[in-house]
């Protein structure tokens, strides 16, 4: 019997910070091959956009890693990429033509805000464009739907995870056994995106748990959630602010608005997306929509719909522009990142109009613990902000039916068809805080029978293949 090593080196101990390893060592009697596969090398998030621990070293040599395979380009799951890089990993680096494009703006974008925070800290950046250039000359591609031989008799198969444009599910194979790698996991029916697609045949699984211990709204609800917000910006003329990541929520976001303008069911007024990546991003999500978009969204675009835009928005790229948004006259809606309120150009946005109680600040996605995003949802009434403290006045609303995450009941019924077609043996549930991931632990036991483990962040486990 064969053996794989499986160690968590991150996302176990927390929602951010995805770094796994799968190692088969050589066998010194028949000469076979040992390798060394990380999935993710991801970015730790807290109150700061970077925590300090990204700059500790890695505890493995990155010098002997073979593959680094990358489930999707959110900065927690590729933001310590360059680190990586730039610590001495030269093998290949592999995931969809979607996740890399994507990556180089999502990698591009962070620098501006690493740099900043190290300034602040009087550090030296976590990395530079060089780290992040040379990161990118060593990333390949792989379709959805295609099998690739990695090395020492071990292959890697993509499936769609339905989360972000080119999200994968990553199926590495050896003797005959399949270890799956959900990555992050999708909310289902998607606005803009395909359905996740289903594991069949997978003896072990590492599973997220985001939202393992609770349930999103329906889509009709969060659509109409949404629009009752827009509603309530126009009767009150106040203004709506929505901090949105700049990959995949603004642009669910921006296609839910369209369906409620284009419907007349309510009143169109000015809205800013206020970002440069969104910007560069949705461009991103055009040119691969009739490969990943649902059928409903190509039907529309196929019926002359473009399904990002709308009389009187307003894409605002350069930093002139975002000052003048404060010049527009409320009713108005302001779109920016980042999501959790870390960095970006939402943090100007806050510190002008929290404190106004005409303002509704409405949250469409998790917040990280410490985060400024998940000290409004907490409910502070006083924040500080670019060192000035902000009294908070603003009407705080969420929406958890547009995170891109599938919540608890969807990520037990992912695995339960899993577990029904392949018996798997261990299911690894990580990527969520304590209590998410040891709830959904629990429920996979209690409603599947499955062998389910909440494994501690540096601990490593023994496979048989």
């Known amino acids: 019997?064969?053996?794989?090593?499986?160690?968590?080196?991150?996302?176990?101990?927390?929602?951010?910070?995805?770094?796994?390893?799968?190692?088969?060592?050589?066998?010194?009697?028949?000469?076979?091959?040992?390798?060394?596969?990380?999935?993710?090398?991801?970015?730790?998030?807290?109150?700061?956009?970077?925590?300090?621990?990204?700059?500790?070293?890695?505890?493995?040599?990155?010098?002997?890693?073979?593959?680094?395979?990358?489930?999707?380009?959110?900065?927690?799951?590729?933001?310590?990429?360059?680190?990586?890089?730039?610590?001495?990993?030269?093998?290949?680096?592999?995931?969809?033509?979607?996740?890399?494009?994507?990556?180089?703006?999502?990698?591009?974008?962070?620098?501006?805000?690493?740099?900043?925070?190290?300034?602040?800290?009087?550090?030296?950046?976590?990395?530079?464009?060089?780290?992040?250039?040379?990161?990118?000359?060593?990333?390949?591609?792989?379709?959805?739907?295609?099998?690739?031989?990695?090395?020492?008799?071990?292959?890697?198969?993509?499936?769609?995870?339905?989360?972000?444009?080119?999200?994968?599910?990553?199926?590495?194979?050896y003797n005959g056994k399949k270890i799956v790698f959900t990555g992050d996991l999708g909310?289902?029916?998607?606005?803009?995106?395909?359905?996740?697609?289903?594991?069949?045949?997978?003896?072990?699984?590492?599973?997220?748990?985001?939202?393992?211990?609770?349930?999103?709204?329906?889509?009709?609800?969060?659509?109409?959630?949404?629009?009752?917000?827009?509603?309530?910006?126009?009767?009150?003329?106040?203004?709506?602010?929505?901090?949105?990541?700049?990959?995949?929520?603004?642009?669910?976001?921006?296609?839910?608005?369209?369906?409620?303008?284009?419907?007349?069911?309510v009143a169109n007024l000015p809205v800013f997306i206020d970002s440069p990546l969104a910007s560069k991003v949705t461009e991103v999500y055009k040119k691969y929509a009739n490969d990943d978009f649902n059928d409903i969204v190509k039907a529309e675009m196929a019926a002359g719909d473009d399904v990002f835009d709308f009389p009187r928005l307003k894409f605002t790229v350069r930093a002139e522009e975002s000052m003048k948004i404060r010049n527009t006259p409320s009713p108005k809606i302001i779109i920016a990142g980042s999501g959790m309120s870390h960095g970006g150009r939402i943090v100007q946005h806050e510190k002008n109009y929290l404190s106004d109680p005409h303002t509704i600040l409405l949250l469409v996605g998790y917040q990280a613990v410490g985060s400024l995003g998940r000290q409004l949802e907490d409910g502070a009434k006083k924040v500080n902000i670019f060192g000035e403290n902000i009294a908070v006045r603003a009407r705080i609303e969420k929406i958890n039916g547009y995170s891109s995450h599938k919540d608890s009941d969807n990520l037990v019924n992912f695995a339960g068809s899993a577990a029904a077609a392949s018996k798997i043996k261990k299911i690894f549930v990580v990527m969520g805080e304590l209590k998410s991931s040891l709830f959904l632990v629990q429920r996979l036991r209690d409603e599947l029978g499955a062998d389910a483990v909440h494994p501690k962040g540096g601990s490593s486990i023994e496979l048989e293949f």
Request: overall charge negative; glycine content about 8%.
């Open 187 to 265: 909310n289902s029916p998607s606005p803009l995106l395909k359905d996740t697609e289903d594991v069949a045949d997978a003896d072990y699984m590492v599973m997220e748990s985001v939202y393992g211990d609770r349930n999103h709204e329906s889509r009709e609800e969060r659509k109409g959630k949404l629009k009752d917000s827009i509603k309530k910006t126009l009767e009150k003329k106040a203004t709506l602010i929505i901090p949105a990541f700049s990959l995949e929520r603004t642009q669910a976001i921006l296609h839910e608005m369209n369906d409620i303008f284009e419907n007349g069911d």
């Open 1 to 173: 019997m064969a053996k794989l090593n499986l160690t968590f080196y991150g996302g176990a101990d927390g929602v951010t910070g995805a770094n796994f390893m799968l190692e088969k060592k050589p066998f010194v009697d028949d000469g076979a091959l040992g390798v060394k596969i990380l999935v993710d090398c991801g970015m730790i998030q807290g109150s700061k956009f970077a925590e300090n621990l990204n700059r500790s070293e890695f505890k493995y040599d990155p010098s002997f890693v073979d593959f680094l395979l990358v489930t999707h380009s959110h900065i927690d799951h590729i933001g310590r990429i360059p680190k990586l890089v730039r610590d001495g990993f030269k093998g290949t680096i592999l995931s969809t033509p979607e996740t890399k494009e994507l990556s180089r703006l999502m990698l591009e974008d962070s620098l501006k805000i690493l740099e900043e925070e190290a300034r602040q800290d009087g550090l030296l950046p976590l990395y530079e464009k060089e780290d992040v250039e040379k990161s990118l000359s060593l990333w390949d591609t792989l379709p959805y739907h295609a099998s690739r031989e990695l090395k020492g008799g071990l292959a890697v198969y993509f499936k769609d995870a339905g989360h972000i444009l080119g999200s994968s599910i990553i199926e590495i194979a």
